[in-house]
């Protein structure tokens, strides 16, 4: 069971605000996502097929957010496209987030 290492909480006094973090793209190939990449993709596939989106390899608290913004599916899958964590059609969206081992589908909608 994770747990956290730290005894005090980290408290923000102020909204958060993650410069960078969103990346809004038209992808006409596969999307490989890389540790300087935004954790929120928000990801056009108009190319008249699916695409996949391959995720960074697994790492304690790594989490993303992606929406399909366009007509094709895009398909969220594992670096070395063995899994496939979720398939979204228009409109849809997921988060996924790692324990470091793997990453998971939170949610789907």
Known sequence: ???YNGKSKF???RGLQ??????VETITQ?????DLDSQIQV??????SALDVKLTPPKDGAFYFIRSAGANE?????FETVKTYAVLTA???CMVASDGADFYLVIKA
């Open 1 to 3: 069971m994770a747990q």
């Open 91 to 93: 409109n849809q969206g």
């Open 43 to 48: 990801l056009t596939n108009d190319s008249g």
């Open 11 to 13: 408290v923000l006094p």
């Open 30 to 34: 596969i999307k490989i996502l890389s």
């Open 18 to 23: 993650l410069k960078n973090g969103v990346n």
């Open 74 to 78: 895009i398909h969220v899958r594992d």
